[in-house]
């Protein structure tokens, strides 16, 4: 019973996330997204995430795991925009 239980769950997660993508796709595909992970230190860029439509998903979560991973010295910052139809 625990093991349909677990598929059941994992189904139905594995489901939305691809339907959050495709959702962002369809409403949003010119909205764009960046995130820097940023040394508090020095100031520098450290990474760079980027991404339009439904690319830009999950791209705060992906530089504020790879800024833990970095360690206490980084911070997410993100920006956002929109593409012009011709871009």
């Known amino acids: 019973m625990k093991t349909k239980n677990l598929f059941l769950l994992s189904a139905s997660s594995l489901f939305l996330f691809s339907c959050a993508n495709i959702a962002r796709g369809l409403v949003t595909p010119n909205q764009c997204k960046e ?35 970095h360690g206490c010295d980084a911070t997410v910052v993100c920006r956002t925009w929109k593409l012009d139809e011709g871009e």
Do not use: M
Not at 38 to 52: E, R, V
């Open 35 to 69: 995130c820097a992970v940023i040394s508090l230190t020095t100031g520098d860029t450290i990474q760079k995430f980027q991404g339009c439509g439904s690319s830009n998903v999950r791209i705060y979560e992906d530089a504020a795991v790879f800024a833990y991973e």
